[in-house]
């Protein structure tokens, strides 16, 4: 699965692309950033959840996170060594788990719809990623 993926209208892409250009790197390299020292981001996270009154959320669970992440290749390089790409092969089984949950729901998924209308990796910049 790509969890929190940026998602914008396919309509509104031409209307967006100079920013999208300028944002996704500096996306990028917030992701980048953290995975090398995720400590101060994950106690500002611990703070502001102890802060806001939400669910337990303590530094070792924390850092659990930021480990399974990387084991179960939620965060890290795609297969070209960018971080943040999405696969064409991945985004296809992602719609094919879903297919069936939509039509269950009397709201199929269009045959004609593929994985690769899906996405675009186009404003990614390819030298950025993350440390091994």
């Not at 995720?38 to 502001?48: D, E, F, H, W």
């Not at 709201?107 to 990614?124: E, G, H, K, Y």
Request: net charge negative; with cysteine.
């Amino acid at each position: 699965m790509y969890p929190e993926t940026l998602a914008i209208r396919p309509d509104r892409q031409d209307e967006l692309a100079a920013c999208l250009r300028r944002l996704v790197p500096i996306m990028q390299l917030s992701a980048v950033d953290y995975l090398a020292d995720p400590g101060s981001t994950n106690a500002l996270v611990v703070k502001l959840v102890s802060d806001f009154g939400a669910y337990p959320y303590s530094a070792e669970r924390a850092a659990y996170a930021v480990g399974a992440m990387r084991q179960n290749g939620i965060m890290g390089n795609g297969s070209d060594r960018t971080i943040g790409d999405l696969e064409v092969d991945r985004v296809r089984r992602v719609l094919d788990i879903v297919r069936p949950i939509f039509a269950g729901q009397h709201n199929p998924v269009p045959d004609s719809l593929r994985a690769d209308d899906l996405f675009t990796n186009q404003f990614l910049d390819p030298a950025i990623g993350a440390k091994d």
